[in-house]
């Protein structure tokens, strides 16, 4: 049996907290036996939540944790006031290693900004990117930097490809990952200063299966399985994805409703659209890794619910036990003896 | 009536050249009579589709153009050696005001760099942004700067600002326009550095209407009428924009057609469906300006059909006639007298 991963996760954070963080944690100690949780949170409601379920009860501890940090809180202000919050609990038990992993759907700054201030930055790893899995016609790629760092410089980039293609061959199972630049233009003499800094390095880094550049047209087409770019066009890229599908769902949906006749039709293609748009969804994926530090910090949606929960869980597992950390490390060697060769 | 608004159009440019051209500019003279229009092209060429047509012929030319500029052809280069080139016809057209405006749907590249060398920038303008028209759930947006100039500098964001507003105010006409600039959230501390330096700019500029930081999510939703960011940005947001949408049907399509009693429903939700995706879709709006030039200069799409055509061409007559350039003039004149007072 592989050994047991312990995921502490925040209990209080997120649109749907406590009730589906701990619906979700439960759910992923009765899916997987090697996997341990602790459950951050106000004793009593966690407790409440978790008398609702049967499940191994030695696999689930709650952690009390007196104070909530709330999305709207500075998150240098209350990462640094906030001791006895959820998040802050949770993120210094990683770095105590009294935990693999922490897993919270609250307040993106705090995860961020307490990841790389508690848990702290890998030796040799400047900014630590945040990695979304963003679902493509394909399947999924891998997004990053999501809106960790902005302002990043050429070499920032090159490590997020490489972070990136060992998480997507050896989390998500893509094997040798294609990469790709996010540029405004397939030739290579095209983009901004950054991207024309950042391309021959990315084309000479040999532990990478680079392709080139990628248009942000194809990226819903799944042109690339890691996809690299500075974090303000990571994260316009991502919340743009999440507007623009959400908008044509609902127009989609008015169309529907305008009719007597298109609500009859409605009515007959539910089932096998809700079917295909489940397809067109990463949340299976767990959510968003930030990576590069001592251990491992994943942010989820605030909007998730138990089965989001479960599945970023989950995927602290295979993060551990493929030992992603180690690979990031002697990644980040073979580049350093290479430059000193130079 | 009102002056008449000569327009020149490049009659070999786009996926669709000359057909689709020639069809959209006789309907553009039928639809309005204060506008005469340049087919500029192979004489023969366009006189075969011209002769398809009844239309009044004294208000179309044809402007014989031996060369045309192919979209795998470095723009520089191309401007430079293709002298007798369709693109390089009308943009000297503009430039020697015998045209008013310029509609091309060929090279991007070439008519963006040809609009800035042989058209020129207007004085006190550095960055002559691409503005499109992108469709929202209100309506449309302006979005500037679409792909002109990458890594432009604050100063330059706060002209397209200015110049986006007057566009949208009297071409579109939409009264006191909404301005937001593109940031990763929604308060005034957020974003990279570009971002953090343009924001307090904008914010003391009197002549637009300001309202802050939005967020790629909240583009589609039609947050504001007028969208500033760089050129690498908004060339990202556009084409995602395109990219997700066409996803999105397709994935849809496919759960329209995966089984019988959805194929059923398709058929009855058809109509109602074309009729409500129509609105979002920005094409009657025209073709995306070059604002900032002595002159106008318009790209429509590739993929441009006559309808979108004859609305790139019409949509040259507001910016004559509502004196878009004297008031872009005008409005950097009162900038210019701030600073000097200062």
């Known amino acids: 049996m592989q050994e047991t991963v312990k995921v502490a996760v925040d209990a209080m954070g997120g649109d749907h907290a406590p009730a589906e963080i701990v619906k979700g944690a439960v759910e992923a100690v009765k899916t997987r036996e090697d996997i341990t949780v602790y459950l951050i949170g106000r004793q009593e409601a966690v407790d409440a939540e978790l008398a609702k ?19 709207a809180e500075s998150p240098v202000h209350a990462i640094r006031k906030k001791k006895q919050s959820s998040i802050v609990i949770g993120l ?24 790389q201030v508690i848990v702290g930055r890998m030796k040799g790893i400047q900014r630590p990117p945040l990695a979304s899995v963003i679902p493509t016609e394909e399947g999924a790629s891998l997004l990053l930097d999501c809106g960790a760092n902005v302002d990043a410089r050429s070499v920032h980039l090159l490590q997020f490809a490489q972070m990136g293609a060992l998480y997507m061959e050896h989390v998500i199972g893509v094997n040798n990952p294609k990469v790709a630049i996010v540029n405004i233009g397939a030739e290579e003499e095209k983009g901004n200063a950054l991207v024309k800094e950042t391309f021959p390095m990315l084309k000479e880094c040999e532990n990478i299966n680079f392709i080139g550049s990628i248009e942000a047209r194809e990226i819903p087409h799944g042109g690339a399985d890691v996809i690299v770019c500075e974090a303000f066009t990571g994260n316009v890229v991502l919340k743009l994805y999440e507007g623009v599908s959400s908008v044509m769902l609902g127009v989609i949906k008015q169309g529907l409703l305008s009719t007597l006749r298109s609500k009859i ?50 995927q602290c597992i295979a993060f551990k036990q493929q030992r992603i950390n180690e690979k990031i490390k002697a990644n980040l060697e073979v580049v350093n003896e290479k430059e000193q060769r130079r």
Do not use: C, W
């Open 265 to 314: 039709g409605a009515i007959l293609i539910k089932p096998a659209l809700k079917e295909t748009l489940k397809k067109f969804d990463a949340s299976q994926y767990g959510g968003a890794p930030l990576l590069g530090l001592n251990g491992l910090v994943v942010k989820t949606h605030g909007s998730s619910k138990a089965k989001e929960v479960t599945n970023s869980i989950i």
């Open 53 to 71: 379920y049967e499940y191994p009860t030695s696999r689930i501890t709650v952690v009390h944790a007196e104070e909530v940090i709330e999305t």
């Open 92 to 115: 210094n038990m990683v770095k105590e290693k009294e935990a693999d992993a922490f897993v919270s759907a609250g307040s993106s700054g705090a995860v961020l900004v307490g990841g």
